[in-house]
């Protein structure tokens, strides 16, 4: 048995984790790997009286965990899923996460769910909406969730702000925090030509609860390319590098590694998290 593992109890520590995909769960269950933390799908879990939930159950006892959701909707014109919404409010209550969140996106139309997350219009218009939404999830939760900007490939003309200014407002409205995915930045960066660090500068150093870090796919066509947030790789030099600027701004937070096809030996996710320990002990020095 690995020794060193963090406590179940209490909130997230600031410190890199991981996250909990099924093919691996049983290695926690048993061998318990010295991860500083997880982080699983809530929506895999919804099952009350199913296996997973109850596995999950026994691996909060021994590592501190989050909930990360992919399936509300939060910016879709439907109503907010009543049925979805309580299946969420009764895992949290079960496992006591340290965090909760969703994405600031929409994947639902006239009932019909699509698999992707997809994002909004940055307009005036889609802020009230979705800043709404997420005081009615949190009202319901009775707690502050967590929002993370997502990865596109597509703009809209229509939009009047830049998308972090709708992300910051978004969270400043609701009430929530702000989970900032740098892969999805260096991702969107790319695929719309702007400077990621223009986008890491505008985050109020005051809201970013978790960061996550992940591998993205290159695809080239003609003369162009275009990044796909595949989560099928490891973490590339260049987002590295912008999570070095974003630990310099918001110091020691919360950071997971996402890998979610193709998926690697534990050991690998471990590597690549302690290599988020290293950048983050760098700024522990400087602050010391």
């Given amino acids: 048995m690995t020794q060193g593992v963090p406590g179940g109890a209490g909130p997230i520590p600031a410190i890199a984790g991981i996250g909990l995909r099924g093919p691996h769960q049983a290695h926690f269950l048993h061998d318990r790997p010295a991860a500083g933390w997880l982080e699983a799908h809530s929506e895999n879990y919804f099952a ?23 399936g509300l909707s939060l910016g879709s014109v439907d109503p907010l899923d009543a049925g979805h919404l309580d299946k969420l409010a009764r895992l949290v209550e079960r496992i006591e996460p340290g965090l909760v969140s ?13 698999n992707d997350l997809l994002p909004l219009p ?9 800043a709404l939404r997420m005081e009615q999830v949190q009202d319901r939760l009775g707690r502050q969730i967590l929002i993370e900007n997502v990865s596109s490939y597509l703009e809209f003309k229509g939009s009047t702000m830049t998308e972090w200014e709708f992300l910051v407002e978004a969270a400043s409205r ?14 969107n960066s790319k695929n719309h030509g702007f400077e990621p660090d223009d986008y890491i500068e505008a985050i109020p150093t005051t809201v970013v609860g978790e960061i996550h870090l992940a591998g993205h796919t290159v695809q080239r066509f003609d003369e162009h390319e275009i ?15 912008l999570y070095d600027a974003a630990i310099a701004r918001f ?8 890998w979610d096809s193709e998926l690697p030996p534990v050991d690998t996710l471990l590597a690549e998290a302690a290599r988020a320990e290293q950048v983050m002990a760098k700024y522990d020095e400087r602050a010391a």
């Fill in 48 to 70: 009350a009286d199913g296996i997973a939930a109850a596995a999950l159950e026994r691996i909060r006892a021994d590592y501190p965990l989050s909930l990360h959701g992919v």
């Fill in 102 to 114: 969703e994405h600031l996106s929409w994947g639902s139309v006239d009932g019909r769910h699509l």
């Fill in 122 to 130: 940055y307009t005036g218009e889609a802020l009230a909406h979705v």
């Fill in 174 to 187: 609701s009430g929530a925090g702000i989970l900032l995915d740098v892969n999805n930045i260096y991702v």
């Fill in 227 to 241: 990044l796909v947030d595949t989560h099928n790789a490891l973490v590339c030099e260049e987002v590295w590098n």
């Fill in 251 to 258: 110091g020691r937070t919360p950071t997971l590694i996402e």
